[in-house]
């Protein structure tokens, strides 16, 4: 394979004087006997997508390494000292069980000191949202976590929030990118100022963990409890640091941990991929919870901001909920405690992503509650609760097994959520319900949504091209009629448009753009396809609904909307 020039240009400028000794021998390396691995690893820099900055590690513009965190650093502390000139700069920092996590952390902090930046690094695994919390609780303008999430080993990541203590948004986002991408590998400075750098740990987890229990506890009296048996995993990551210890605090004492999943590591060992979302991944878990009787299943996944939950449904079998599912439980439990509380006065918002389940929106309006929608990524909901002080967040989540409960924590939060369905469960078990009745009566009372999702892996330079050219078919040749169902409307998050094809009009979508397109039918099915802002992948999300007469009829509805999901993904090719 001939290496195109300007990768050649690239890669010769890691052999310098710049880059340590073993940086430059990889890199000769890769020229030498690997051109195709070459061109993954210097065809473009790594970009900051919907969870920030994450890929693979090893040398390179296009990978994980000390160079271009280090870069990213240096860009950040520039941008801070030019936003915050005459204050005193913190920046906290927390990472993740993945490998180089902990040795990335500390050049990050490096990085941060040399720049006359305080420093507080977490001394050992934190979760993200702990971190996110720290922003916040220690006055920093800004934080950093190393995570990848649920991505494979391989990879790694960089997460930036700010004072606020949610990701950045615009236009912070694009100017610190401007910034990075001015600066030259020679800029950054590595040599650390101890002084300037203070590990912290118990005094934060404490203080996180009394905020969680504050904000996630709902009046379960102490024998509903101690009936719900709970069977917990952190799938090999780092809610272990805290969430039993919360869950603990808050009174729940019969928890079951599965202690081969219970050690952080970065290899996952005993799972095919650390990800909530995947039945696979709870499977030890499950047969735990079948083996001492109990009533609910929760895993996070390896930084701890999204929980996968299993309950057992009517006929007594662990039935793993999707990420829409564990979400209307939550949402509709706190709608209906703040209503109970008399706290509902018009001036209140739950919130949720385009392309999460649209029964969020008709549980807000039930309520009389304002419904805020969002593109995809948490980042979005935290600037909701950011842009409009005058609106109290009840809480909200997105269709990817993320939820955020009150605005202590300014990004998904697991630990508060593991807590809160651990209330909704055990309140419902309490009155002779459980959690899976409650989310059949759920849509009963307001409409039967069924939500599928379609992942399509296409890697490398090629799979990008073939994602991209997927979306412009899309866009230039739209979908006419899905199922049997005229397309009415299609949006467009890239051109910012909403076009009605009955009608012709167009209206102007007033969030940000976004390579995203929407396809709703006649019948109110609604077609999603996005790209992943941080994985190889192209998704498509399936949202079809009907009236559920009673619960009785759960079962043949059930299957006459899984129906209508096949005929759609058959019609539109996505087998």
Not at 290 to 313: F, H, S, Y
Not at 378 to 384: G, V
Not at 497 to 518: F, S
């Amino acid at each position: 394979m001939e290496i195109k020039q300007h990768i050649l240009d690239a890669a010769k400028e890691w052999l310098t004087p710049i880059f340590d000794a073993t940086t430059q021998e990889e890199v000769q390396a890769l020229i030498t006997n690997s051109p195709k691995e070459l061109e993954e690893s210097f065809y473009k820099s790594l970009e900051f997508g919907t969870g920030g900055m994450r890929g693979t590690m090893g040398p390179g513009d296009n990978k994980i390494n000390k160079y271009t965190l280090g870069k990213s650093t240096q860009g950040l502390a520039d941008y801070l000292h030019t936003s915050f000139p005459n204050q005193s700069l913190k920046a906290v920092i927390a990472y993740d069980c993945r490998h180089n996590s902990d040795t990335l952390a500390k050049v990050v902090a490096d990085v941060f000191s040399a720049n006359g930046v305080e420093v507080y690094l977490f001394s050992s695994l934190r979760p993200t949202p702990e971190l996110s919390f720290a922003v916040k609780h220690l006055g920093c303008q800004c934080g950093i976590v190393l995570t990848a999430s649920h991505n494979p080993p391989e990879y790694n990541g960089y997460k930036v929030y700010w004072q606020d203590g949610g990701q950045i948004v615009p236009p912070e986002d694009v100017e610190i990118i401007n910034v990075i991408e001015n600066l030259k590998y020679n800029q950054i400075k590595f040599d650390a100022n101890e002084s300037l750098i203070h590990y912290i740990d118990k005094d934060v987890d404490q203080a996180f963990i009394d905020s969680t229990v504050a904000n996630a506890s709902f009046d379960t009296p102490a024998a509903a409890k101690d009936d719900l048996k709970i069977v917990f995993t952190s799938l090999h990551g780092t809610s272990i640091t805290v969430t039993p210890q919360t869950l603990a605090q808050a009174g729940y004492k019969n928890v079951s941990i599965v202690e081969e999943q219970a050690v952080p590591n970065g290899d996952f060992p005993t799972v095919e991929s650390p990800n909530p979302e995947e039945p696979e991944a709870l499977k030890m878990a499950t047969a735990l919870a079948n083996k001492i009787n109990a009533d609910i299943v929760i895993g996070t996944d390896p930084d701890c901001d999204r929980l996968g939950v299993a309950v057992r449904n009517n006929e007594g079998q662990m039935t793993l909920l999707n990420g829409n599912q564990s979400m209307i439980l939550m949402t509709a439990f706190l709608l209906e405690k703040w209503k109970k509380a008399g706290k509902l006065d018009g001036k209140q918002f739950v919130a949720s992503t385009i392309v999460s389940t649209p029964m969020i929106m008709e549980l807000a309006t039930a309520y009389g509650v304002e419904y805020k929608s969002g593109l995809t990524g948490f980042k979005w909901i935290a600037k909701m609760v950011k842009d409009f002080p005058e609106s109290k967040f009840i809480g909200g989540g997105e269709e990817s097994f993320g939820f955020m409960v009150g605005d202590a924590v300014r990004d998904k939060d697991a630990v508060a959520s593991t807590l809160l369905i651990c209330e909704v469960a055990a309140q419902a078990k309490a009155k002779g319900s459980s959690a899976y009745k409650e989310l059949l009566q759920h849509y009963v009372d307001f409409g039967f949504y069924k939500e599928h999702l379609i992942s399509l892996t296409k890697k490398g330079l090629d799979g990008l091209a073939e994602i991209n050219q997927m979306m412009v078919n899309l866009r230039e040749n739209p979908i006419k009629e899905i199922n049997g169902q005229r397309v009415v409307m299609v949006e467009d998050y890239k051109a910012s448009t909403a076009k009605n094809l009955l009608t012709g009009e167009v209206e102007t979508l007033v969030l940000p753009k976004a390579d995203v397109l929407i396809y709703y039918t006649e019948d109110g099915s609604k077609i999603c396809a996005r790209p992943s802002g941080t994985e190889p992948k192209i998704k498509f999300y399936i949202s079809v609904n009907t009236e559920l007469e009673s619960v009785d009829k759960y079962a043949e509805t059930d299957a006459y909307l899984n129906e209508k999901i096949q005929n759609i993904i058959t019609g539109m090719q996505l087998n």
